[in-house]
């Protein structure tokens, strides 16, 4: 069985991150290839970031807001038509709520969940991963602050019991941003001690 000790998604550092929290819709998450997708018995466990997109979105809706105000300027510096310009501005505010709707409404677990259900596993559960003591660097830790670790089945795989902690707590430390709680790795190993299929999304 693989060593699971610091193992981290997506590799480490900067390079890491970018890969493990980025997004994507859920058709194309679903195209991720995964290895050892032949075996009977198997476990695909997969994180998602619970406060990422919210804040996230938050964000950007505030640069795009940003970004059309800067655009209606320069419009009504052009024109001096007030039917225009108020139409212009009405236009201006529906993108805004629309990008901001858009944004907010995605869900990273129901992406995820997808994705399991297509490669024929069946979650079984959410551990959720929180952290403590949030002292990042300026807006990281603001919207990095809880995990999801999903795990799913397929095949003849022991199932958690519900004596198991579902909710992991750490201390935060400095440069380990991608490191996993060494608890949530003895949690998949519960689950795969007895079978050879190890899946990694």
């Not at 060593?3 to 980025?22: L, Q, T």
């Not at 979650?123 to 959720?128: D, E, G, L, M, Y």
């Amino acid at each position: 069985m693989d060593d699971f000790g610091n193992k981290n998604i997506g590799g480490s550092g900067k390079s890491g991150a970018a890969f493990h929290y980025k997004t994507e819709p859920t058709n194309k998450i679903a195209r991720i290839p995964i290895y050892s997708i032949a075996a009977d018995n198997a476990v695909l466990y997969h994180y998602t970031i619970n406060q990422h997109l919210i804040t996230g979105s938050m964000l950007m809706s505030e640069y795009y807001e940003i970004l059309n105000k800067q655009k209606l300027d320069a419009f009504c510096k052009k024109t001096t038509k007030q039917d225009k310009i108020k139409k212009f501005k009405v236009q201006v505010k529906a993108d805004n709520e629309l990008l901001s709707d858009i944004l907010k409404k995605q869900k990273v677990q129901s992406d995820a969940i997808s994705v399991m259900h297509c490669h024929g596993f069946t979650p079984k559960c959410i551990v959720t991963w929180e952290r403590e003591e949030k002292k990042g660097w300026n807006g990281y830790w603001l919207y990095n602050t809880t995990e999801q670790l999903l795990i799913g089945i397929r095949g003849d795989v022991p199932a958690f019991g519900l004596s198991e902690k579902t909710i992991i707590k750490s201390k935060y430390i400095p440069g380990t941003h991608s490191k996993k709680p060494e608890e949530m790795w003895q949690l998949i190993e519960k689950c795969v001690a007895k079978i050879d299929g190890i899946i990694e999304n």
